[in-house]
């Protein structure tokens, strides 16, 4: 029954290596979000996407690329890791409409990713 | 700015107790607010929530409190049970995208 699956549940890199975080749906939802999780700072927004090929800066993006070429998937990238990067990463989905009985605003998220950087 | 304060960062409570989780927010155009339980190892997943348009919202032992004046709402959990212990995550939203408090730490002592 796992709706969002992010592909690495741990990962220890080094700095300055290249990070690819993969998360995918199976709930045709259009919006995607990744998030990080640190203790005390709770759920930041780093970027989401609202559809294919588009994508929107969220609180935290710098450090930070996405992509989305197909709309069930959604990439984070880290382009050279550092270690203030070293955090938990949650990848989300949700409906972008049809109100709240619909499940539109509901967000069903991946079970993360935790990533050390060395 | 921090748009939803959420307190306290951590909860104890004895079996049977009740839990209760503090949020403020900012934006009065938020008009969804939901309240997120997050057992380690897992994501967050939805626990309940309310629209603006009513005051309280029981779901089991779970209820909103909301108050549109103070701009304030609160989680309740009666009769809290060691199963309920978790990380619990406030959030209002305006469109598709929730701003989360901090979250809160619960542990529920047996």
């Known amino acids: 029954d796992v709706k969002v699956t992010q592909s690495s549940r741990y990962l220890v890199k080094r700095t300055g290596e290249k990070v690819f975080l993969e998360c995918v749906q199976d709930m045709d939802h259009e919006n995607m979000f990744w998030y990080r999780q640190d203790p005390g700072l709770g759920l930041r927004l780093i970027y989401f996407?609202?559809?294919?090929?588009?994508?929107e800066k969220g609180d935290i993006p710098e450090g930070y690329s996405v992509s989305r070429e197909k709309k069930e998937r959604f990439s984070l990238i880290l382009e050279s890791a550092s270690t203030n990067q070293t955090s938990m990463y949650l990848c989300a989905s949700s409906l972008l409409s049809g109100g709240i009985l619909s499940g539109a605003n509901v967000l069903t998220f991946g079970a993360g990713s935790r990533l050390t950087v060395l | 700015q921090q748009q939803v304060k959420q307190s306290p960062q951590s909860l104890i409570v004895q079996k049977g107790g009740i839990s209760i989780i503090n949020c403020a927010y900012e934006?009065?155009?938020?008009?969804?607010f939901p309240w997120y339980q997050q057992f380690p190892g897992k994501g967050p997943a939805l626990l309940i929530a309310?629209?603006?348009?009513?005051s309280e919202k029981k779901e089991g032992r779970f209820t909103i409190s909301f108050n549109k004046s103070a701009k304030q709402f609160s989680l309740h959990i009666m009769d809290s049970q060691p199963g309920d212990s978790a990380t619990y995550f406030c959030a209002a939203s305006m469109g598709y995208i929730p701003t989360f408090g901090r979250g809160t730490s619960l542990i529920v002592h047996p």
């Open positions: 996407s609202y559809d294919v090929k588009m994508k």
């Open positions: 309310i629209r603006p348009d009513v």
């Open positions: 934006n009065t155009a938020f008009d969804y």
